[in-house]
C-alpha cells in the first residue's frame, strides 16, 4: 500500500515537471496570437491514471504556469481578476472533468481515455470562451476589428481558438490514449 502510494506520488511529481516545461515550451509555438496547449496530453494522461483529483491538480499546475509565462498578459492588462478566474478554471476543471469522464467509462480503457482526452479540451476552450464573454468582450470586439475580421465571432472562431482547438483536440484523441495505454501495460506486467 506504501509502495503504491510512494509511486503515485513519483509519477505526479513527474506529471507535473511535465506539465511545466510542455507549457514553458509550447508558449514559443504560436497559433495565432495565442499559443498551442501541449500540456492537455500530461494532463488527460495524469486523470486518467490516477483519478480526477490528479487531473484537477495538474490542470491547475498548467494554469499557473500559463499565468507565470506571460502567456495571458493581453488579458491581463484588461481584467486581472477575469484573467485569473478564467485562466486558473480553465485548465483545473479541464483536467478534473477529464478524469471524471475517464472514470465514469473505466470499464473500457481506450474509450474512456479517447473520451478523456476530448473532454479536456473542450472544458479548456469552452471555459475560456465564458471567460472571453464575461470579461473581455469589449477588447475582443477591437482586437477583431484591428485584425480585420468581418465580426466578433468570426475573430473568436478562427483568430483566437479555431485552429488552436483542432490541434489540441487531435493530438489529445491521438497521443492520450496510447500513452495511457503503454503505462497501464507496464503496470499490469
Known amino acids: 500500500m506504501q509502495n503504491e502510494k510512494t509511486k503515485k506520488i513519483a509519477a505526479l511529481g513527474i506529471l507535473t515537471a511535465i506539465v511545466v516545461v510542455l507549457q514553458l515550451l509550447g508558449s514559443f509555438i504560436r497559433f495565432g496570437q495565442f499559443s498551442i496547449s501541449l500540456v492537455l496530453i500530461p494532463i488527460v494522461v495524469g486523470a486518467a491514471l490516477f483519478g480526477p483529483a490528479a487531473g484537477a491538480w495538474l490542470g491547475f499546475v498548467f494554469s499557473v504556469t500559463v499565468l507565470a509565462s506571460g502567456d495571458a498578459a493581453p488579458f491581463l492588462a484588461v481584467s486581472v481578476i477575469g484573467t ?52 473581455f468582450m469589449p477588447t475582443i470586439s477591437a482586437w477583431a476589428e484591428a485584425f480585420g475580421f468581418a465580426s466578433t465571432g468570426a475573430y473568436i472562431l478562427l483568430g483566437l481558438v479555431g485552429g488552436n482547438f483542432l490541434f489540441e483536440v487531435l493530438t489529445n484523441v491521438i497521443l492520450s490514449p496510447v500513452i495511457v495505454r503503454v503505462i497501464s501495460m507496464g503496470r499490469n506486467q
Open 84 to 135: 485569473v478566474l478564467t485562466v486558473i478554471g480553465k485548465g483545473t476543471i479541464a483536467g478534473l472533468v477529464s478524469g471524471i469522464v475517464y472514470k465514469f467509462f473505466h470499464e473500457k480503457p481506450t474509450l474512456a481515455a479517447v473520451l478523456s482526452a476530448i473532454a479536456c479540451p473542450v472544458c479548456n476552450t469552452g471555459i475560456f470562451l465564458i471567460g472571453c464573454f464575461l470579461f
